[in-house]
């Protein structure tokens, strides 16, 4: 077993936060607690030794059944000692999640991704809109209980000019 | 009388010949068909010879719209709005399965056939299409505005502009 820094840290700091480490082909995962996820997230970062300084992405999973249903994934990336790492936290279908886009300014649209494909939300977030549907797409499209296609996907749909729309909030 | 018609006829004939052989696309690519697009504008297949060269980078110097990829619901205002801002008389080719029918992308993000929010001349299957489809498809579109006779193209208003 590779020998993983962050994790004993994270042990030792937040005992009863790590729920548990697992190691796969030398990627390392380390689930914690929902509640202390941004205290994790920023000591991650923050700290001297381990300086995770890069998020890489933020990833969401349904597993449709299950509880909780979703899993929000981290993954981070140190760029001064080159390690990666990988958190995971469950996340209930009504719960929401603390946002990090204060701790990296790249959460920013990955939180809003995650919102808009999965409708996981995050509290405190600046500006939790979708990212890459249209803002009037009913449904989350990566749910399990989405339809593949979506639902009538190919009929009319209205487009609206931006004009048109401040024209549409006044009548 | 006679003159006058015959008048009117070849002047039609002239325009059309100029419009025809000077059809200017508007640059606009969205996805992998646009590098096809871009490749027929090489030396290779130079689509100059049809006096389609000009790609211009404002949509009110363009008389073609080649939709030449992937149009997302995201994306359909915005190719809607350059749509608009071509002015008259303005055609538009639909390049490859995406931009003619959605293609393989038969989900709720991708615009099934762009022809919903505007309206199609020339469609170009393929995907991508060969350069050269595109250039069957620009001489397709040649023919058909040498044969357009003058008062048959409408100025094609949307429907919120005639609703008012
Ligand atoms: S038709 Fe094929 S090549 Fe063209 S944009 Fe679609 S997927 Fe890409």
Not at chain 2, 68 to 74: L, R, Y
């Amino acid at each position: 077993m590779v020998r993983c820094m962050a994790c004993d840290l994270l042990k030792e700091k937040f005992p009863e936060a790590v729920r548990g480490v697992e190691e796969f082909r030398g990627e390392t995962t380390v689930t914690v607690d929902k509640g202390q996820l941004r205290a994790v997230l920023k000591f991650l970062k923050e700290s001297e030794t381990l300086l995770y300084d890069l998020l890489v992405d933020v990833a969401g999973v349904d597993s449709g059944s299950g509880s909780p249903r979703f899993k929000v994934v981290y993954l981070l990336h140190s760029m001064k000692f080159n390690h990666r790492l990988r958190i995971a936290t469950g996340v209930a279908e009504d719960a929401e999640l603390d946002t990090v886009s204060d701790i990296w300014k790249a959460a920013d649209w990955l939180e809003r991704e995650v919102y808009d494909m999965f409708g996981i939300r995050f509290s405190d977030h600046p500006d939790l809109r979708r990212i890459l549907l249209t803002d009037d797409f009913v449904g989350y499209p990566l749910r399990k209980d989405f339809p593949l296609k979506g639902v009538d996907f190919d009929k009319p749909f209205p487009v609206c000019l931006e004009e048109e729309k401040g024209n549409q909030v006044d009548a | 009388m006679g003159v006058a018609n015959t008048a009117e006829a070849s002047l039609q004939e002239v325009i059309n010949w100029a419009r025809k052989n000077s059809v200017w696309p508007v640059t606009f690519g969205l996805a992998c068909c646009a590098l096809e697009m871009m490749v027929a504008s090489s030396a290779t297949y130079d689509i100059a010879r049809f006096g389609a060269e000009v790609f211009r980078p404002s949509p009110r110097q363009a008389d073609l719209m080649i939709v030449a990829g992937t149009v997302t619901k995201k994306m359909a205002p915005m190719l809607k709005r350059i749509y608009e801002q071509m002015p008259e008389p303005k055609w538009v080719i639909a390049y490859g399965s995406c931009a003619s029918s959605g293609g393989i992308f038969q989900t709720y993000g991708v615009v099934q056939g762009v022809d919903q929010i505007i309206p199609v001349d020339v469609y170009v299957p393929g995907c991508p299409p060969r350069p050269e489809g595109l250039l069957k498809g620009l001489i397709s579109l040649q023919e058909k505005i040498a044969r357009e006779p003058s008062g048959m193209r409408k100025i094609v208003s949307l429907p919120w502009r005639s609703n008012g």
